[in-house]
């Protein structure tokens, strides 16, 4: 069964600095990754994708994305962080037991940044 | 852009009550989702649907039940709430498998709190 694993519960980071949230996976086959956010009281935004290709994969608000196969990592990066990034950042899978479209997600990364 | 709607965004209903969680997608997906949101353990699957009438069982699917009528409307029932079950809801939907998307678009989010 495929798996997602988020190792940091919070990180802090102070603005303009560059940030990471880290996000390892678990499946059989090739991997289709996805980062999501959330702001408080929303539902979840749909920040960038792995599927094929490059592994350095750019995606909204300045985030990106390095898929790294041997190390099965696929963690979220900003080179300088705003204020306004504070907020919960879902790693998620594709789902493969059942050919939909179904996404396991990994326990959250709260990202707070100060000023 | 795609749109996802949630009937509720905070509801308060008493242990024993039939709760009616309702969601409605305006992009004609055929693939809709509900998700609970806990701390710590991120978004857990209850059930899904890939088509009218069609629903398939999530990972935690006990104490849940739904009814997907029309295309565009997925609702969640709780046959009998009881307090296990407070907790954020989420609605989703993604496009057909045939285009190759694979991401899902999410709702802003019910929480439910049952006393």
């Known amino acids: 069964a495929q798996s997602v694993a988020q190792p940091e519960d919070q990180v802090n980071v102070a603005e303009g600095n560059p940030l990471t949230v880290k996000c390892t996976y678990s499946v059989s086959g090739n991997p289709y990754l996805f980062w999501y956010v959330q702001y408080p009281n929303r539902g979840l935004q749909f920040l960038l994708k792995?599927?094929?290709?490059?592994?350095l994969v750019k995606g909204s608000y300045g985030f990106e994305a390095e898929f790294n196969k041997s190390q099965t990592s696929f963690h979220l990066k900003k080179p300088s962080a705003l204020v306004s990034d504070s907020a919960l950042y879902f790693c998620a899978v594709r789902d493969q037991r059942i050919g939909g479209n179904m996404l396991t997600f990994g326990g959250g990364t709260r990202l707070m940044v100060k000023p | 852009d795609v749109k996802v709607t949630q009937s509720s965004r905070y509801l308060v209903k008493r242990t024993g009550e039939k709760v009616f969680l309702e969601c409605v997608q305006d992009?004609?997906?055929?693939?809709m989702f509900w998700y609970r949101q806990d701390p710590g353990l991120g978004l857990r699957l209850i059930y899904f649907?890939?088509?009218?009438?069609?629903?398939e069982k999530g990972d935690i699917p006990e104490g849940y039940s739904v009814s997907r009528e029309k295309k565009e409307r997925f609702s969640l029932i709780l046959e009998s709430a009881s307090t296990n079950q407070t907790s954020m809801y989420l609605c989703?939907?993604?496009?057909?498998?045939?285009?190759?998307?694979?991401?899902?678009?999410f709702g802003p989010g019910t929480r439910l709190t049952v006393t």
């Open positions: 792995y599927i094929t290709g490059d592994n």
């Open positions: 989703a939907s993604s496009p057909p498998l045939a285009l190759f998307s694979y991401e899902q678009y």
């Open positions: 649907s890939y088509d009218v009438k069609m629903k």
């Open positions: 992009m004609d997906h055929e693939n």
